[in-house]
């Protein structure tokens, strides 16, 4: 994803937020299918009060999340990652695929469990 934003030529501070808001997003998802599958399992769902009433609380975890994910990807892991996948030229249209089934697969469970009950 930061390889190909950079190909299109924008900025490599706009190429990180993206990559990483990708990566922000498909872990989001992640944690609701394991919210959901626990519902589905168990027969009820966990209890966030407290999150749910200060909706503060919430925006803030959210904001810290995707701080953490941003810094996480610093300049210097970035640039590791492109060494060590600089040899396979067929990474682009293979990590396309695989990014997109990482994102769309639990989100589809996430419907589908979602709807059943």
């Not at 209890?47 to 904001?63: M, P, R």
């Not at 249209?93 to 419907?111: D, H, Q, R």
Request: aromatic share 18%; hydrophobic share 45%; with cysteine.
């Amino acid at each position: 994803m930061y390889k190909r934003n950079i190909n299109k030529d924008k900025g490599k501070w706009l190429s990180r937020n993206n990559a990483s808001g990708v990566v922000f997003f498909s872990i989001f998802i992640h944690m609701v299918l394991i919210l959901q599958l626990c519902k589905y399992f168990f027969g009820r769902k966990l209890n966030f009060q407290n999150l749910s009433e200060n909706k503060s609380i919430e925006i803030l975890l959210g904001l810290f999340c995707m701080l953490f994910t941003f810094w996480y990807y610093s300049e210097t892991r970035i640039n590791n990652l492109e060494k060590k996948y600089a040899n396979t030229k067929s990474i682009d249209t293979v990590g396309g695929w695989l990014v997109a089934c990482s994102i769309f697969a639990p989100l589809l469970f996430v419907i589908i469990l979602g709807w059943k009950r």
